[in-house]
């Protein structure tokens, strides 16, 4: 049975720098688009980035305005590994992350939280000085 499994977060300081990783076992991720998540207090939980299928026609990231040019998402394909290297964070970037993903060739922007059929289990991140 297939699993994401994250580790990373914690607290930082604003400016300072935190790296997501999503491990994934029981299967290669080569075919699923891939999804980042948060979650803040009160709040609907909200894409921050995607990266879709190989077999998608766009295979360029995806980044919310909030973190584009911070946050930077990535998938290995040999290690079936995902990650968020997120720099420059700021306290509004506090909340539970959620990596997660689904077997979907559809340009990954196009996708909503509502099509993932896969997430790990979050992992809270606090931006506070």
């Known amino acids: 049975q297939m699993q994401l499994v994250q580790s990373g977060g914690g607290l930082v300081q604003p400016g300072g720098s935190l790296r997501l990783s999503c491990a994934a076992s029981g299967r290669t991720l080569d075919y699923y688009a891939i999804g980042w998540f948060r979650q803040a207090p009160g709040k609907e939980r909200e894409v921050v980035s995607c990266i879709s299928s190989v077999s998608s026609s766009d295979g360029s990231p995806y980044y919310a305005d909030s973190v584009k040019g911070r946050f930077t998402a990535a998938r290995d394909n040999v290690n079936d590994t995902l990650s968020l290297q997120m720099n420059s964070l700021k306290p509004e970037d506090t909340a539970v992350y959620y990596c997660?993903?689904?077997?979907?060739?559809?340009?990954?922007?196009?996708?909503?939280?509502?099509?993932?059929?896969?997430w790990g289990q979050g992992t809270q991140v606090t931006v506070a000085s």
């Open positions: 997660a993903i689904t077997w979907d060739g559809t340009t990954c922007r196009h996708l909503t939280q509502y099509d993932y059929s896969l």
